[in-house]
């Protein structure tokens, strides 16, 4: 199961929201788009596409949703997978490096 750094974690909740303001029930679409890319990551966790610009031992991936201009920044160290960033896909690049010192 993938965990989530408590940043990705309000990520998730703030989009959440902001699409629920968008139209009734549009939240709970997107967590139903999360879940399928979630359960597609932990299914195939090198099937990403690796992120180049992080060390190498972070294995850092993303995985693209469907239907929302979001994906998953996922990093795998000592076995476990962990969401690095729920980032919106015209969100300045990069800004989640700084996440990288909380994964184990």
Do not use: C, N
């Not at 968008?22 to 195939?44: C, H, I, M, S, W």
């Not at 992120?51 to 998953?72: C, G, S």
């Amino acid at each position: 199961m993938l965990e989530f750094l408590e940043d990705a974690a309000v990520e998730l909740e703030l989009a959440v929201a902001w699409y629920d303001t968008q139209r009734p029930g549009l939240g709970a679409e997107f967590l139903d788009a999360l879940r399928a890319t979630v359960q597609y990551a932990e299914d195939a966790p090198g099937i990403g596409k690796l992120e180049q610009d992080a060390p190498k031992r972070f294995d850092l991936r993303w995985y693209m949703m469907h239907r929302f201009p979001y994906a998953l920044l996922v990093g795998s160290t000592s076995g476990t997978q962990t969401v690095v960033a729920l980032a919106h896909l015209s969100r300045k690049p990069g800004y989640w490096k700084d996440r990288l010192i909380k994964l184990h």
